[in-house]
Structure formats: structure tokens, C-alpha cells
């Protein structure tokens, strides 16, 4: 029977729906096969072609050998620029403008290897990338932008152009109302509740079990209730905290291996998806607080919205997520 669910965070409800007759294993992406070499003289990530990106911002010199391990460059092509000013303008007493499209799009160069994976990578690799995001986060939040948004497209069907590994870095003076609505929500919480939604959430999972596929001492990995797709995901620090910023060595050091444990999984049991994950975090200079709780979302691409999900804003989910999470769990 289908059911209605509604996210205790965001008070979005979603539509558990699994479709009749379809197996749940048969929500996977179609089997690809990837050739790309170890270097494309063509790629401006890659190492020896520097010139033909924009000058670096950071880099982690790799411990193995000469080289870089990690760098981080302005993205060529950005969405919004540092030149500028935040003046807002009326135009015609009705609409609104930012006089200048100001603020930072940051492209981290996650391997100088052309087909390396996230899942494939050594752990140390991924702790340098966590590392890198943290670094360049914290240094967005110091130049004065609102909100800085860390998120990683892989395949086709995830939006992402290049194929070299690479993550983004989008800083902006402006904080979205889809940002605002479930702070607003986590802080309405607090005050009925005295406690943290997210915090509340996770004793949840804990309490019930169903829904966990992986969990260390430091962070949960689950299906939420409410997933809008199939197996939606949520990375969680156990431990209250409001901001990324605020994330230790040794809480990096478990997270690289949990999200490299955990897409390397879904790389063989969804066969490689798409996705797209999302470091969700609280606005900067906000960061101190009891009612918000910074987190992971990896979405793979496995489904696709149509009019009705666009149209009303509710998405319809085809596989519960308790059944995600067994065949996550499942060693076969």
C-alpha cells in the first residue's frame, strides 16, 4: 500500500509508492563500462596541463611522490564572480536585482588521476578532499559570503561536463528561502521540543535499526524516512554540531572512510550511478547553535522528476527505504 510520509526537518511530505510488480533491485543504473585513461592531455585538471586552467587557490603536495595530491582553482567558467558589489537595486518599484553577480565558484581537483574514483580512492586521498573543503569553507565564510555550498555531480545523469574527479565550491552573499525554511523549522523545533530535530532523528534510527547501512563512532549512514527517491541517503555526525566548520581531524578521518566505504557499495550494487551529494550546513556566521545539525545528502540518479513532482512539490518514491537499506546491507 502506498503511504504518505512527512520529513520531521523540512515538514515536506513524500509519497512511498513501490511501483507493482517491479523488483526493488531493479532500481539501478544502466551497466557502463568507463575507459577513460589514466591522463587526457585534453583535461585542464589533469597534471602538466595547469596552464590551461585558472591559477591554483590551494594544493595538497601528494605524500607518495612529486606532484600535487589535491588542488583547488576558480572554476573558468563561473556562476558568480568575487568583482562586484552587494548593492540591491528596485527596478520599476517591483522587481529586485543584486547590482553585481558577486561571489566564489571553487572547483576542487579531487586526484590528479583522469579515472580515478570517490569509492576507489585510498581513504588518506579522500581525508585530503574533506580536508580541502573545510579549508576553502572556512575561508568563504571569513570573506564575508552568507552561505557556502559544497556538492559533487558525478555521470551524465548528475550534470556533471568533465570526467576528471572534481568536486564544487559555491559561495554566495544571499541565503535561499530552501536554505531559511528548514533552519527556520529546526529552530521552531527547539523551541516546542528543547532539542535538536536532527539530534531527535538520530536516536530514532538508532532506536529502530531499519534504516542504518552503515554506522561508526562518529557519524550514521542512513535511508531517512522520507526519502524522495530511492535510496536518498543521509550522513550524519552522531555529535551535535551546527556547521561543517566545525568538524575535527579525527571526525574527517572516519567520514572519508564511511562515504568511500559507502559509494563504492553503491557502485557495485546500483552499478555505478549517477549522483550528486551536498554538504548541507547552517549559514555562516550562525554556526553556534542548539537547534541545527550539518549533514551529508547523496541523491543517486536513478528516477527522474516529472510534472507531478514539479507541479506540487511532493515527490513520489518507488521503493521503501527500509528496503534500500537491506539491500545495502544485503553481502550478497
Known amino acids: 500500500m502506498p503511504e504518505l510520509r512527512q520529513n520531521p526537518i523540512t515538514k515536506e511530505w513524500v509519497i512511498i509508492a513501490p511501483t507493482r510488480g517491479q523488483r526493488p533491485t531493479e532500481f539501478k543504473a544502466e551497466i557502463h563500462e568507463d575507459n577513460s585513461p589514466i591522463y587526457d592531455p585534453n583535461c585542464p585538471f589533469c597534471p602538466g596541463n595547469e596552464s590551461m586552467a585558472p ?73 585530503t578532499i574533506l580536508t580541502a573543503y573545510k579549508k576553502r569553507y572556512l575561508t568563504n565564510c571569513n570573506s564575508g559570503y552568507k552561505l557556502v555550498t559544497i556538492f559533487r555531480n558525478y555521470g551524465e545523469a548528475a550534470g556533471t561536463s568533465l570526467r576528471h574527479p572534481h568536486s564544487q565550491i559555491i559561495a554566495t552573499p544571499i541565503v535561499p528561502n530552501s536554505k531559511r525554511y528548514p533552519v527556520e523549522e529546526a529552530m521552531r523545533y527547539y523551541d516546542d521540543n528543547g532539542a535538536c530535530v536532527f539530534c531527535d532523528m538520530i536516536n530514532q534510527e538508532l532506536a529502530v535499526q531499519d534504516r542504518i547501512v552503515i554506522l561508526g563512532k562518529k557519524f550514521i549512514l542512513f535511508e531517512p524516512f522520507a526519502s524522495r527517491i530511492p535510496y536518498e541517503t543521509c550522513i550524519m555526525p552522531i555529535s551535535h554540531a551546527a556547521s561543517f566548520s566545525f568538524i575535527t581531524s579525527e571526525e574527517i578521518e572516519e567520514l572519508a572512510h564511511i562515504l568511500n566505504q559507502f559509494l563504492k557499495l553503491i557502485y557495485f550494487k546500483l552499478n555505478n550511478p549517477s549522483y550528486n551529494y551536498m554538504i548541507q550546513t547552517i ?37 521503501y527505504p527500509e528496503e534500500c537499506a537491506a539491500i545495502l546491507k544485503d553481502q550478497k
Open 55 to 127: 591559477e591554483e587557490i590551494l594544493s595538497f603536495q601528494s605524500e607518495q611522490k612529486n606532484g600535487w595530491a589535491v588542488r583547488v582553482i576558480p572554476n573558468k567558467y563561473p556562476a558568480l564572480t568575487p568583482q562586484g558589489n552587494y548593492t540591491r537595486k528596485n527596478i520599476s518599484d517591483f522587481y529586485r536585482k543584486m547590482q553585481d553577480a558577486v561571489g566564489s565558484h571553487e572547483i576542487v581537483i579531487e586526484s590528479p588521476q583522469h579515472n580515478a574514483k570517490l569509492g576507489f580512492m585510498p581513504d588518506e586521498q579522500v581525508k
Open 283 to 319: 549559514p555562516c556566521k550562525s554556526e553556534r547553535n542548539l537547534f541545527y545539525h550539518w549533514n551529508l545528502v547523496l541523491l543517486p540518479r536513478l528516477t527522474k522528476f516529472a510534472g507531478f513532482e514539479l507541479g506540487s512539490g511532493i515527490h513520489i518514491n518507488n521503493m
